[in-house]
């Protein structure tokens, strides 16, 4: 069941990213030949107008293959005027940025359909007080209900750990519901280290408990408006935390240790289905947003690569040789197999010792 779901996440991500390229090529009035998911030998294919569509037997990519987008490719004159490498320097600009930007963009829905509508949310009541932790300390117990903080009403268990998480080591007046009565108790929540790189401070307030098993819940109704606007900033700040872990792998400020190949996918995947739905479609937007960025790496091989080569064209007036082309080529090609060595060998440490 694990590896299946890691397999569907990494072909719907596929289908995504090349039907940017094949949308937007077809748009264009390029001609596509072949759309398919994954390498290798083709295990089902079919035509349907022009275009022969595949399911290939390596399922951790796939290609759109355009007319003419070889240099060596001889064609008629009317052939050159739908080929891709006959178009404008911006036609084949936005051809190639078509398949990251559907991955970029992608996010955007998935977050939409985990927020809108209505959703059982848990209310604030405490399970397990672990022992000499800020909460124990304060004297907050089992089967409490958290009813607000300094003043201000808290509704559910989400609403509790959101505003402990951004106060560290400052005191809070809890309000607390036990035993019908009301109680007012001073909670200074424990500061520890967190592992988001996007939180400057490097520190998140936590009280040492538990949610109730089986805790009472309240529906809450989240309307479009709402949910498209918290879409965009999930997806930003995921976006954000992306492109700062990249960075800091680059700097050196990451071990490369920590990069992750297929067999991780297929791990974390495989973990968030036993979680739920919500929980594979937000690793499905987190591991979306990775492959559009990197996918937008300045790498030949890459899209990015191809619009670098696009850029200098656009500039020079000319196309780049293909003896320049070849060489930077076998160069990126070099650099992905160099990373994804080391991201596979990472997963086999990982998982088999």
């Known amino acids: 069941m694990g590896i299946l779901a890691g397999i569907l996440l990494l072909c719907v991500l596929i289908v995504i990213h090349e039907f940017g390229h094949f949308w937007v090529a077809k748009l264009l009035g390029v001609r596509v030949t072949t759309f398919s998911i994954g390498f290798g030998p083709k295990l089902l294919k079919f035509t349907k107008g022009e275009t022969e569509y595949c399911l290939s037997a390596i399922p951790l990519g796939g290609y759109v293959k355009m007319l003419g987008d070889s240099p060596d490719e001889e064609l008629s004159e009317e052939d050159k005027k739908r080929s891709f490498l ?5 036609r084949k600009s936005l051809i190639a ?5 559907f991955n970029l963009i992608l996010p955007l829905f998935l977050f939409f359909g985990i927020l809108v509508g209505p959703k059982e949310v848990p209310l604030p009541v405490l399970g397990r ?3 000499d932790k800020a909460g124990d300390r304060a004297g907050l117990k089992p089967g409490d209900r958290i009813v607000s903080i300094d003043g201000k009403a808290i509704a559910t268990f989400p609403d509790l750990v959101r505003e402990v998480s951004s106060h560290p080591g400052q005191e809070l007046e809890f309000m607390v519901e036990r035993d019908e009565g009301l109680h007012a108790l001073a909670v200074t929540p424990d500061a520890e280290p ?7 401070d490097g520190k998140i307030g936590r009280l040492g408990v538990m949610l109730a098993e089986n805790p009472p819940v309240k529906t809450l109704h989240t309307g479009v408006f709402q949910a498209v606007q918290e879409a965009f900033v999930h997806t930003w700040d995921m976006t954000r935390l992306t492109l700062l872990s990249l960075w800091m792998l680059v700097t050196m400020q990451i071990s490369p240790k920590e990069l992750g190949g297929p067999l991780m996918i297929v791990g974390a995947a495989s973990q968030a289905a036993s979680q739920g739905l919500v929980y594979y479609l937000q690793l499905m937007a987190l591991i979306s947003i990775n492959l559009g960025i990197l996918n937008l790496l300045p790498i030949p091989v890459l899209d990015g690569g191809h619009l670098l080569f696009f850029a200098i064209e656009g500039v020079t007036r000319r196309p780049v040789s ?16 160099a990373l994804m060595t080391i991201a596979i060998m990472n997963d086999v440490i990982r998982f088999f010792g």
């Open 322 to 337: 293909t003896r320049v082309r070849q060489v930077f080529t076998q160069a990126g090609l070099f650099l992905l197999i």
């Open 194 to 200: 967190t592992q988001n790189p996007l939180d400057e």
């Open 129 to 131: 007080v672990m022992v």
């Open 97 to 101: 940025l078509a398949g990251p930007l």
């Open 86 to 90: 006959g178009q404008p320097v911006w």
